[in-house]
């Protein structure tokens, strides 16, 4: 296989190392730029990362619209901004995270064809 006579015991012609065992030596040192995956605070999973997303404005009900599918959420104040973060679960179903200044304020599973605006 060429990719293992390359990678352990090939020298690469500008580093003058073997590529295997100069990773080995940076990961060691810490000075790699690959980093372990985290998600950063104020998000909670990688479901508020890898999603879509759309803002919305809280009615008076406390209530958002997405093409005529109306969603009562929880914990809300009337007129503020909301970033709903829509990740698939699966082919029939979404969750629906809602955000309001950082913080998390509601969690909804919504079916995917009253969702029908919105493309995965």
């Known amino acids: 296989m060429k990719y293992t006579r390359y990678n352990y ?36 999973s ?3 990362i890898f999603c879509l997303r759309i803002h919305r404005t809280i009615d008076s009900y406390r209530r958002i619209s997405i093409n005529n599918l109306q969603l009562k959420v929880n914990n809300a104040t009337p007129k503020k901004m909301v970033t709903l973060r829509i990740y698939p679960l699966n082919n029939e179903i ?3 995270r809602f955000w ?4 998390l304020i509601d969690i909804q599973r919504v079916k995917n064809t009253d969702l029908k605006g919105v493309h995965f």
Do not use: G, N, W
């Open 94 to 96: 979404s969750e629906v």
């Open 46 to 48: 990688v479901k508020d």
């Open 9 to 44: 015991k090939q020298v690469h012609s500008t580093t003058q190392e073997i590529p295997y065992f100069r990773f080995q030596r940076a990961r060691k040192e810490r000075i790699s730029l690959f980093r372990e995956f985290r998600v950063k605070p104020p998000f909670q």
């Open 100 to 103: 309001c200044e950082d913080k």
